[in-house]
């Protein structure tokens, strides 16, 4: 195994060892003619792999994840973001920019999904359709 190879098998342990902290509860599940729901699953996952790739659990004041060594916070509603005041500049930025991705993600999703159902549907589509500014979460 080469290091790139290597370095891919360590994120992707460590993506799963994050996502081993999300409760079921907090996944939703769609139908195939609905839109996807807002990434905030995957914004935990992210939140806490970079939380645990910086170190912060040692650090962070909330018990369960100094005792894990494993970051249990987030920025969702209903999440602790206990260790808030531990991220520096990069791992912010590096946080948002994760962020970001993950929504333009979702928004490329919303839109092939409304264009696959109005093709079923018989209905045109105009190119370049936007999502209505209902439709995202984070203008609410």
């Not at 970001?100 to 999904?113: M, T």
Request: glycine share 10%.
């Amino acid at each position: 195994m080469d290091d790139d190879e290597q370095f891919m098998q360590e994120m992707m342990q460590s993506i799963g060892e994050a996502m081993k902290t999300i409760p079921a509860s907090m996944r939703v599940e769609t139908g195939p003619d609905e839109p996807p729901p807002f990434p905030r699953e995957q914004m935990t996952v992210m939140y806490r792999f970079l939380a645990n790739d910086a170190g912060l659990p040692k650090r962070c004041p909330r018990r369960i994840c100094g005792r894990t060594g494993c970051c249990h916070g987030g920025l969702g509603p209903g999440d602790s973001d206990a260790c808030g005041k531990l991220w520096d500049d990069a791992g912010s930025h590096c946080m948002m920019t994760a962020f970001l991705a993950l929504e333009l993600g979702w928004v490329y999703e919303r839109q092939r999904k409304r264009a696959l159902v109005n093709w079923m549907r018989g209905l045109p589509m105009a190119d370049g359709e936007e999502p209505e500014e209902a439709d995202l979460p984070w203008r609410r």
